[in-house]
């Protein structure tokens, strides 16, 4: 197969010829269709995350394709289905998964391994390492439970960006915030997942719905996919406009970027009996510092998101369905298509904010 192959953090990328095993019990073979681009794969590439990733390693974390082929005991896919790839696998027996928490599984697989607890990929008789799923790749190999079937008439290129960036920015307004209608929402960043965050917060009708960030072209974006009301930090002081706007400070607030500063402005934006919701993931060495009479006597609450708290093979076809219904705008969020030899100019326009998403399509 062809693959997408990070040799050394901080160098680019190159498309190699890797081999792939064949599935064995509990596996599932993937032909991919596209994968999203999205800021935890360049993170990963740039050293952003530390350098203590093992490689060469096929990044890649959100995808969608078609079986090709599957190995002893799979009993829910078979050849020809079209699935969605999710880099939390839900074992779906662990206490986590029985309580309807399976995005916290505690039957995880270890990083950069497969199902077998070693690589599945070799290259010139080197291991390669998986990053989640490894999406990057024409082809990949992956446990059952982290492929999820959806409807065949459902675009496979689209749902792709179910299985992160989607997922990730609505289930955090939906799920983790549990916000309800008329609730005021504001969203800390309008990349990817702020985009899909203020989709979650529109699917809701909160009002206001406030979008944050220092890019105007992001803002406008972020008119479009259902935000309210826009402030720019670089000429806006953040919180006191929201509690001019909102009168109170806000039920919810959304940080979908790394930036303990960002976290504090939300955090700042919040009335009392509020929630800040912590999506994005700043540096290993970053800490926020919060007064405990802030939180504890005005009830506020600083919690994390991690994957919109998603119960994969409920939601992803949920989403499916919302955008087969027109109630999901996801074409919208595809700014540009990338071949695999152009991974390299992808994460470029990432980096620079250009891209509200990149799709790597194969």
């Known amino acids: 197969m062809k693959a997408i192959v990070l040799h050394q953090i901080k160098e680019r990328l190159t498309v190699e010829d890797v081999e792939l095993d064949e599935p064995t019990t509990g596996e599932v073979r993937v032909r991919m269709v596209a994968s999203g681009v999205c800021h935890s794969c360049l993170h990963a590439a740039d050293g952003s995350w ?13 995808g969608a394709g078609v079986v090709e082929a599957v190995g002893p005991g799979v009993l829910r896919l078979k050849p020809g289905d079209h699935v969605i790839l999710s880099w939390a696998p839900a074992c779906g027996q662990c206490r986590s998964c029985a309580r309807g928490r399976s995005v916290l599984c505690e039957s995880e697989l270890k990083f950069g391994y497969g199902i077998t607890g070693g690589v599945r990929m070799h290259m010139n008789g080197q291991d390669v390492y ?15 439970r982290s492929a999820v079937k959806i409807r065949d008439d459902m675009p496979l290129e689209k749902a792709a960006l179910i299985g992160c960036s989607v997922m990730t920015g609505v289930g955090a307004v939906i799920n983790s915030a549990a916000a ?7 969203v ?27 890019l105007d072209s992001k803002l406008e974006l972020a008119r479009a996919f259902g935000a309210t009301h826009v402030l720019n930090p670089t000429r806006d002081d953040v919180p006191a406009e929201i509690r001019r706007i909102t009168g109170r400070g806000l039920n919810h607030a959304v940080v979908s970027v790394g930036s303990t500063k960002v976290a504090q402005q939300a955090y700042d934006s919040i009335a009392p009996g509020g929630t800040c919701v912590m999506v994005g993931l700043p540096g290993p060495d970053e800490r926020i510092s919060i007064n405990p009479r ?13 994957y919109g708290s998603a119960r994969i093979h409920d939601d992803f076809p949920r989403m499916v369905d919302l955008y087969l219904a027109g109630k999901l705008q996801i ?13 390299n100019e992808a994460f470029e326009a990432l980096a620079s904010g250009q891209n509200a998403r990149g799709l790597i399509v194969f």
Do not use: K
Request: with cysteine; hydrophobic share 40%.
């Open 50 to 62: 530390g350098s203590g990733l093992p490689v060469p390693m096929v990044l890649g974390d959100e």
């Open 130 to 144: 998986h990053y989640g799923p490894a999406t990057y790749a024409s082809v990949v190999l992956i446990p059952e």
């Open 180 to 186: 309800r209608p008329g609730d005021s929402v504001a």
């Open 188 to 214: 800390f960043g309008c990349g990817g997942i702020g985009l899909n965050a203020i989709q979650g917060g529109r699917m809701v009708s909160a009002w206001p719905l406030i979008a944050v960030d220092t």
């Open 294 to 306: 802030t939180l504890v006597n005005p009830e506020r609450r600083l919690i994390g998101a991690s």
């Open 331 to 343: 074409d919208e969020l595809i700014t540009r298509r990338y071949g695999i030899d152009e991974a």
